[in-house]
């Protein structure tokens, strides 16, 4: 065997290497999607509660759904409290989300506000969120909490 010969079959086994890596992402990535797209919010809201409470969140609790002036999850993370307003959608979460976790921050008494999404956020509401020191934690920042 010549040294060519020996290099394209490494190429090949390279790109073989390479296409089953991304095959195997990208078909990661749909089942997580499908995840989301098959919760109801409620159980969207229960989700959130236990993925915060595998990174450190302690004292996590599901509000109950009415009346709950929009915020989903209380949890605290070392000596700060959180008020968390969730929102599963199948389009980018709008400044109304902002607005109920800002309102809803202060009728908790909690020192942060968030909004959590299985989506992205309109440029509305990053600026709204920005003004209001909302933090926003969106889909990607949720697949990066779900890989740790």
Not at 38 to 46: K, L, Q, T, V, W
Not at 76 to 99: H, I, N, W
Request: aromatic share 12%; glycine share 8%; with cysteine.
């Amino acid at each position: 065997m010549n040294s060519s010969n020996i290099t394209l079959i490494l190429s090949c086994v390279l790109l073989l290497c390479a296409g089953t890596a991304a095959f195997f992402l990208i078909r990661r990535r749909r089942c997580r999607g499908n995840i989301f797209e098959d919760m109801e919010g409620h159980e969207f809201e229960f989700f959130c509660a236990q993925l915060l409470e595998n990174h450190g969140f302690t004292e996590v609790e599901v509000t109950k759904g009415s009346g709950d002036y929009g915020i989903d999850v209380l949890a605290q993370k070392d000596g700060v409290t959180y008020a968390v307003q969730c929102k599963r959608y199948s389009a980018p979460v709008g400044v109304k989300a902002v607005q109920e976790a800002y309102a809803g921050r202060d009728y908790y008494d909690r020192m942060v506000g968030a909004v959590m999404t299985n989506q992205y956020f309109t440029a509305p509401a990053v600026e709204a969120a920005k003004k209001l020191k909302i933090l926003l934690w969106d889909g990607g920042y949720i697949e990066s909490m779900m890989e740790e």
